[in-house]
Structures are given as C-alpha cells and as structure tokens.
C-alpha cells in the first residue's frame, strides 16, 4: 500500500510505533537546493518546473508508545499555518495544509503531545510549533516541550544578517512566551528511547534524531540530507552554511546506517522518504525501508 494522508506509513520499531505525518508541501528553487551540482544532473531526481522549482515535502514523524505512562513525541514541525501571500505565491505552498490538521485528520488529539523536536529552527521545520487564532499567536502543543540544540536557539535569536529571514520570530517568541523550550547541549537523550544526534553543518546547531526501539531503529536526518537526491557526497544545499561539514554529517548518519541497520527518514523527500542505507564502494547507496 502506498502511505497516503488516510493510511500513512507507520513503522513498529519494537515497543513503540512511528508514523509519517504530511508537514506540508512546497517548492525552492532548485539551484539553491544543490548548490554547486549542475541541472543537467540534478533534475534527473528532482525535475523542476518553469520556475525552477523542485517539490519538497515537509516530513514529520509522530512517535507513540503504548500504555497508562504513553508519551507522544512530535519529530519536527513543517512550513506551518503562518506564510504570508507572498510567501504562499513564491513556495506554492498552501497554508491550510500542514501538520496540525493532518494529525487532527487521524484522530490525533494536539494536548495529548508531551514533547516535540525540531532538527534546528528554519521556517520549513519549526513553522509549525505555532498557529495564529484571533489575532494571537499560540504554541500547536500547548502541553508540550520544545527541544532543540542550545547552539541553534541563540543563532536563531542571534540576528546574524546572512540568517534573519529563516527565523521568523513568530514561530520562536510563542515558545518562549510558555517558556517551553528545553535547550539540549550535544548528544544526548532527550526522551527514553530518543536521542539527539549532532549533525552540524547545514547550520551549526543542527541536530539529527534516532528512535530506538527494541527490534530497529529510525533517523531523522534532517536537512543532513533534505532529499534522496542528495544522497552523493558533493550534493549540498547553497543554504548549508559549512558544506564540508555537512558531509561529514552526512557522511557519519549513513555510515551508522549502514553498519547497524535501520530506517532513514528523509525530511524534505517527496516519493520515498523512508529508505534503508547499505555501502557501495568508498560510499553509500539508498533501498527502500520497510514500513
């Protein structure tokens, strides 16, 4: 069956479940998408449209285990409710289609939320933490905790020129306003059975996640790897701010992958977002992952 807003794909790692949620649609550019690669190559992956544009999802995980002490844990949060016409006109994306209604849609109360995590603080990735209703701007998961980096939280209220417009503030001041962030420092677990995984490079708090079950395990790459067809060691975004550092990351998620199994869960991947990781000389090569 192919997973669809009905029947999503769900995952049973052993003791607990982790189910994708559609975050949201939208198009980049795709030059920006892949840097220095050429089109020529690039669009054999990921065609683009006549405004050189590729389709990107905005993928995001709800993980549940079972039982009285049940915890429910968000896994990043897409481009949200909150872009402006404008916004809405460049990404072709549409504001009434984002995480929070495609949870509602599968029974999936928001108060029932005990933590969520966010790979760093872009507007495609923490636009959903927010919505606006009746001129006030409110946290999606009021009862929730928020974890991210420490390092990403100050540059995302640094004000650094070169990074302004990727951090609206309405997605960030709401959460500081319940004061619901928990603020991690390196590798650490952040729930039982979830842990943070630094994976700097796109920016320089950016964090992937693992969910480990008793059978497998699940990863959450984050903008490591925003889509399948950035896979190739040379294939980065003009967006990461450290390249070479982004494919170390890279580099370290599918080398672990690769040795202990598991699923990889691609971010940005519209067709198949979850995949299975094996080498293939000096590098690696993507499978599908079985749901």
């Given amino acids: 069956m192919n997973p669809t807003a009905e029947h999503p794909a769900r995952f049973d790692l052993g003791g607990c479940t982790v189910t994708l949620i559609n975050g949201g649609r939208l198009r980049i550019d795709g030059g920006a ?16 449209d006549e405004q050189n544009r590729i389709e990107m999802a905005c993928n995001c995980l709800l993980v549940e285990w079972p039982g009285e002490a049940a915890r429910r844990v968000i896994i990043e949060t897409g481009h949200g409710p909150k872009l402006s016409p404008k916004e809405q006109k460049i990404y072709a994306a549409d504001p009434q289609q984002w995480l929070l209604p495609s949870l509602q849609a599968l029974g999936v109360d928001p108060l029932t939320i005990t933590d969520v995590i966010v790979s760093h603080l872009h507007f495609d990735h923490a636009g959903g933490l927010t919505y606006e209703t009746e001129g006030r701007l409110l946290p999606t998961f009021p009862n929730a905790r928020v974890h991210v980096q420490r390092q990403e939280y100050e540059d995302a209220r640094a004000g650094f ?131």
């Fill in 33 to 48: 998408m892949f840097g220095i690669i050429p089109k020529a190559l690039w669009s054999r992956t990921n065609p683009a």
């Fill in 161 to 291: 020129g070169i990074t302004n417009i990727s951090y609206p503030r309405q997605n960030l001041d709401p959460i500081d306003q319940a004061a619901a962030w928990n603020l991690l420092d390196g590798e650490v677990e952040i729930v039982p059975g979830i842990r943070a995984l630094l994976a700097p490079g796109h920016t320089r708090g950016h964090q992937a996640v693992l969910v480990a079950g008793r059978e497998r395990s699940l990863v959450f790459g984050g903008d490591t790897i925003p889509t399948a067809g950035h896979l190739g060691a040379a294939y980065n975004m003009s967006y990461d701010l450290s390249p070479l550092e982004n494919r170390a990351s890279k580099y370290k998620l599918l080398q672990m992958l690769a040795q202990r199994g598991g699923v990889l869960l691609i971010d940005h991947e519209p067709r198949t977002p979850a995949v299975s990781v094996r080498a293939a000389g000096d590098w690696f090569e993507l499978a599908p992952g079985a749901e």
